[in-house]
């Protein structure tokens, strides 16, 4: 029968393990209890880490990525000398990590480009792959609302059908972008998180950047405004500067937003399903 494996690594996740046979940990590093310096600058943002601490932090993070990178090779030397070249292969990544970029460590405090930025690689069976292009890159942003229709689309599946099924499919379909090797329309990139006493949401359209951030304890919202041509990192806000383009896009972002957060009728509104899919991940008891 077909094979499905979903397989969820860890390792690039807090906590950081070490790994003497990487290297192990810095000679100038010095230890720090990670879960209450993240929980205090949240509350005061001068509470940061000593530079021994960070150098601890990022050495054991860099070491985790090169730790998974040879556990994803294990993986897939197994998975190739059992099934060849048949299989489509998929990897990516639920979110980044911050390092003080932006004043925060960890996640679920911003949705700032390192946050968002993440891998996605996919290697197309044989049968289906293009002739002309069997290793190359796309870099027309998406979303990871497109991964479930991409895949179901280059199987063979009516993408028309399941939209308007029992659930539904956000997202888009990338696999026209593979098969014929043709640029992706451009479109808004919505995000949002809602951790820590605050919701935040994100949109991205071509190069420019919105991001609202708005506090539970009656704080002022915050609004900030990048480029990214000229501010990859998104350091510096435009806000201030915003001209009749970036007020178009500040506008659609209510819209974009709202049309991804509001509930779909055909699923009632009973949350049972959420509260399952988050006590089996541990993020309730």
Do not use: C
Not at 16 to 25: I, N, Q, S, T
Not at 70 to 98: K, M, N, P, Q, Y
Not at 257 to 264: E, F, I, K, L
Request: aromatic letters at 10%; a neutral charge.
């Amino acid at each position: 029968a077909p094979l499905f494996l979903y397989v969820h690594y860890m390792d690039t996740h807090y906590p950081y393990y070490a790994h003497p046979e990487l290297g192990g940990d810095p000679p100038d590093s010095e230890p720090i209890a990670f879960h209450r310096v993240m929980n205090e600058l949240r509350d005061d943002p001068t509470r940061v880490p000593s530079p021994g601490q960070m150098r601890l932090l990022q050495s054991r993070y860099a070491n985790e990525i090169r730790y998974l990178d040879r556990e994803l090779g294990r993986l897939l030397d197994r998975w190739r000398a059992r099934f060849g070249d048949d299989g489509a292969i998929v990897v990516t990544s639920d979110h980044g990590e911050e390092f003080l970029d932006h004043g925060g460590l960890g996640h679920g405090t911003s949705l700032h480009r390192e946050l968002v930025w993440v891998p996605l690689l996919w290697r197309v069976p044989t049968d289906l792959a293009p002739q002309d292009a069997r290793v190359r890159m796309i870099s027309d942003p998406v979303t990871q609302l497109d991964l479930v229709p991409s895949v179901l689309d280059m199987l063979g599946f009516d993408l028309a059908k399941l939209a308007t099924g029992a659930v539904g499919l956000q997202g888009r379909s990338l696999w026209p972008a593979v098969r014929d090797v043709v640029r992706l329309p451009r479109r808004p990139l919505y995000a949002y998180n809602s951790r820590y006493g605050r919701a935040i949401g994100r949109l991205r359209e071509g190069d420019r950047v919105y991001v609202q951030q708005m506090y539970y304890d009656g704080r002022s919202s915050e609004q900030l405004l990048f480029d990214l041509r000229t501010d990859p990192t998104e350091q510096h806000n435009l806000m201030s500067r915003a001209g009749p383009r970036d007020t178009a896009l500040v506008a659609r972002y209510g819209t974009v937003s709202q049309s991804y957060r509001q509930a779909d009728p055909r699923l009632g509104s009973s949350t049972q399903a959420n509260v399952e899919a988050l006590r089996a991940l541990g993020y309730v008891q």
